[in-house]
């Protein structure tokens, strides 16, 4: 061991298997145009797609609208939602691992997720 290697930030090892893969749900928005919705939930160890764009389609189309809605169980409410990719931005300090188009998001705290939203 290093002098040096006590100080260096340890990332916590990510367990792909346990964690939930986020899956969306579609719907269409007022002008009939379908949108991708993906839920991240407080606590849950979440994987997330980069590019869901890419991989999901509704009706043999792209889908163009992403967003996020995060959920608390503490509140037992929906806190909010917001565009997708702006929050997979907010969520870079929380990403312990990626591979494959996918990102792996530790638990967050209520408040963790408020800031997301805020």
Known sequence: MSLFSK????????????????????YRG???????AIALTEGT???LPT???TKYAVDGSPVA???????????DSILGDCEYFSAL???EPYI???????IFIKG????QLESIVG
């Open 7 to 26: 100080f260096k930030k340890e990332k916590p090892t990510a367990d792909w298997s346990q964690a939930h893969a986020a899956e969306p749900k579609f």
């Open 65 to 75: 609208d992403w967003r996020m809605v995060l959920v608390s169980t503490t509140k």
């Open 51 to 53: 590019s869901p764009q």
């Open 89 to 91: 931005k907010k969520l």
């Open 45 to 47: 160890e979440t994987i």
């Open 96 to 102: 312990l691992d990626s591979k494959d188009g996918s």
């Open 30 to 36: 007022p002008d009939d145009a379908p949108f991708g």
């Open 108 to 111: 967050l705290s209520l408040s």
